[in-house]
């Protein structure tokens, strides 16, 4: 149990363009989800919390106007970058915690490889 | 604020030894989570250790966590090439919040 999925798996894109990651818990509900972003051999930042029905909340420095957050659902969150430049290219990864807390943690996606080429 | 700074940042080992890293934080906890990254992939979660618990087994996997000293441990015994991977700690809170994790490589 407690599974989220998350796709794509990797994506390139010409620069310039959106790019739509979807973060869905699969047999849970999830009112909130969070978005990290990883560099190479760099631990993950978190960039915003995703809450049901209302804004996200962003981390400082992370431009909520190109990182576009929507959770309009309990099972779906979705992240899309807008006007993707090389210096987006990252590894993002989604969050949500289980109720079963205590059993589950927090789980994660299996990550989004982006590269803007 | 991080909750969880993962200490070494890399371990090198051979198959059928031991590997232990180490966790610290910096604030009060509920409890603190093991995780583990396989190149390119999302994180799994490996354990979840009480603040009110001192040590805790799992299959190959013994935590331990002192509270006095805001530190756990995690030891994996008899390991495997399989168990190469990145381990990140994250004190409990609402939020995970993660170090740069200890990348563990398990040569056969």
């Known amino acids: 149990g407690a599974v989220v999925s998350q796709h794509p798996s990797r994506v390139i894109c010409k620069s310039g363009t959106s790019v739509k990651i979807e973060c869905r818990s699969l047999?849970?509900?999830?009112?909130?989800m969070f978005w990290y972003r990883q560099f190479p051999k760099q631990s993950l930042m978190l960039m915003a919390t995703s809450n049901e029905g209302s804004k996200a909340t962003y981390e400082q420095g992370v431009e909520k106007d190109k990182f576009l957050i929507n959770h309009a659902s309990l099972t779906l969150s979705t992240l899309t970058v807008t006007s993707a430049h090389p210096e987006d290219s990252s590894f993002y990864i989604c969050?949500?915690?289980?109720?079963?807390?205590?059993?589950?943690?927090?789980?994660f996606g299996s990550g989004t490889r982006l590269t803007v080429v | 604020s991080q909750q969880g700074e993962e200490d070494p940042q890399a371990l090198s080992i051979q198959e059928g030894e031991n590997a232990t890293m180490n966790c610290s934080y910096k604030?009060?906890?509920?409890?603190l989570q093991w995780y583990r990254q396989n190149s390119g992939r999302g994180l799994v979660h490996l354990i979840l250790i009480r603040s009110n618990e001192r040590e805790k087994h799992s299959g190959r996997l013994r935590v331990t966590l002192d509270t006095s000293k805001k530190s756990s441990s995690l030891l994996i015994t008899a390991s495997r090439a399989a168990d190469t991977a990145s381990y990140f700690c994250?004190?409990?809170?609402?939020?995970?919040?993660f170090g740069r994790g200890t990348s563990l490589i398990v040569h056969p």
């Open positions: 604030t009060s906890i509920n409890n």
């Open positions: 969050s949500a915690r289980a109720e079963q807390v205590d059993n589950y943690g927090y789980t």
């Open positions: 994250s004190g409990g809170s609402y939020i995970p919040t």
């Open positions: 047999d849970f509900q999830a009112t909130t």
